[in-house]
């Protein structure tokens, strides 16, 4: 495949669907913030009114899984064992793809959007970004469930593969609840950022692991 066919190929696969996502993801924002939304407001102040000293510090744990020096770190080291253990780039580049294509979904949106964070206390210190959608959710499910499946697909039986979707699902799940037990995000936030997070990781996988050009 020609270089010019190579890159129209990653245009339509890869590029033009996260733009098209990049302008839902503002639609839906602007959604949100234009319509009240009163179910959000009181599951905050819910979980808010019944935090403890045990749940404030697990949630906090639970929030760093997704911290961006972290998540970094975490997918720069990936990428590097990926291509030393399989002696190519293929899996490394969807990694890379999946999560920083949610990243510069979030910040693309986020700010645009403007939603105010939950009226409740902060457990965090909040971000000068808006709270749609959750950046820490996308990214969790964009490098857990990424690794996830590059991992699933290595290994050979059906409970290693189902220990590995449990734990690349999880970690998403814990990070979600963790930012709304913590008032950073409305439900609407993190429901969209798992979204969002699951939409990079699909897009990345039919466009490098499974329509690459190389290997159609």
């Given amino acids: ?39 959000d ?28 020096p972290y998540v970094v770190a975490f997918t720069a080291v990936a990428a590097i064992v990926f291509r030393l253990v399989l002696k190519r780039w293929l ?5 890379i793809a999946a999560v920083w294509g949610q990243s510069l979904l979030f910040l693309a949106t986020t700010e ?27 990214a969790a499910v964009a490098f857990y469930c990424g690794m996830a499946l590059v991992l699933s697909t290595h290994v050979r039986g ?11 699902v999880a970690a998403p799940l814990i990070v979600a609840f963790s930012r709304l037990y913590r008032g950073m995000h409305f439900f609407t936030d ?8 699951v939409f990079c990781v699909v897009v990345a996988a039919r466009s490098i692991l499974r329509r690459s050009p190389d290997h159609p």
């Fill in 1 to 39: 495949m020609s270089r010019a066919e190579q890159v129209r190929y990653y245009a339509l696969s890869l590029v033009l669907p996260l733009v098209l996502m990049g302008a839902v993801t503002y639609g839906m924002g602007l959604l949100v913030v234009g319509v009240p939304q009163p179910g």
């Fill in 41 to 68: 407001v009181a599951l905050s102040k819910g979980l808010a009114s019944i935090r403890t000293p045990p749940w404030n510090t697990l949630t906090d744990y639970g929030t760093s899984l997704s911290d961006t």
């Fill in 91 to 95: 899996e490394s580049v969807f990694l």
């Fill in 112 to 138: 645009p959007v403007g939603r105010s964070r939950p009226p409740v206390p902060h457990l965090d210190p909040a971000p000068p970004t808006s709270s749609f959608p959750s950046g820490h959710v996308s």
């Fill in 158 to 168: 059906r409970a290693p593969r189902v220990a590995i979707w449990a734990v690349g």
């Fill in 190 to 197: 993190v429901t969209w950022g798992l979204l969002l997070g």
